[in-house]
């Protein structure tokens, strides 16, 4: 079964502070994607990043940084130097590549409130 | 191209009424996706389009709701005798290609059903 969990249902921090959000998928697929989606208070999700199952190089992308590693099933997502324009709900989703459906597996999210 | 547009943003009906949601998918996306998401929940599947053909349903769209996409461009998502717990927020998304390739997923910005 698929499955994505994000333990941290909230997480506070002072601005310019490091903080990492986990994500934990389970998936009996071998060829699957990985994505992380910002929602801001807006309610629009907004794509972070996609990453295949063949590719475990770690990504930076300005203040992100994702590390993607198959043996812990994990796919953590750190932001760097934290702004409060980061507060929003952040999910980590799988999609399973069988039957090419492309639907989205999500997890609960993680309410990230960076605070001045 | 102003990316995915939904409407309503809002809708309040009464129990028993039946609601219709319209999502207008960026122009050239083949697929479109439908997903629900309540309070402090992530997005759930509902249903997905390929060019008009709808290719999936999941257990959650009861025989209450129904999804249409006419020539293969904007969709639509009809609720029938709503209840309570139909209240949620309804998300639309779209992509080029199956499994968001390249550019992930391209939400839009939901519509929020309340039902009363």
């Known amino acids: 079964a698929q499955k994505v969990t994000q333990a941290q249902t909230e997480i506070s921090v002072v601005e310019k502070e490091d903080v990492t959000l986990d994500c934990v998928y389970e998936t009996r697929d071998t060829t699957y994607y990985l994505f992380w989606y910002k929602q801001p208070p807006s309610g629009e999700l907004v794509f972070l990043i996609r990453?295949?199952?063949?590719?475990?190089q770690n990504e930076i992308s300005g203040r992100y940084s994702w590390n993607f590693q198959k043996s812990t099933s994990s796919f953590n997502f750190t932001i760097t130097a934290s702004q409060v324009v980061d507060s929003a709900v952040y999910f980590c989703?799988?999609?399973?590549?069988?039957?090419?459906?492309?639907?989205?597996?999500f997890g609960q999210g993680t309410t990230l409130q960076v605070k001045p | 191209d102003t990316g995915v547009s939904q409407n309503p943003r809002h809708k309040i009906t009464k129990r028993g009424q039946n609601v219709t949601f319209r999502c207008d998918p960026i122009s050239e996306h083949n697929r479109l996706y439908w997903y629900r998401q309540t309070l402090g929940q992530g997005p759930e599947f509902l249903t997905y389009f390929q060019n008009e053909a709808q290719l999936e349903k999941s257990r959650l769209l009861s025989d209450r709701f129904s999804a249409e996409r006419p020539k293969g461009s904007f969709s639509t998502l009809e609720i029938q005798r709503t209840e309570q717990g139909d209240s949620a927020m309804y998300l639309c998304?779209?992509?080029?290609?199956?499994?968001?390739?390249?550019?992930?997923?391209?939400f839009g910005s939901g519509t929020r059903l309340t039902v009363v």
């Open positions: 998304a779209s992509s080029l290609a199956a499994q968001g390739h390249p550019g992930g997923y391209t």
């Open positions: 990453r295949n199952s063949f590719d475990e």
């Open positions: 989703a799988l999609s399973e590549a069988k039957g090419n459906t492309g639907k989205l597996i």
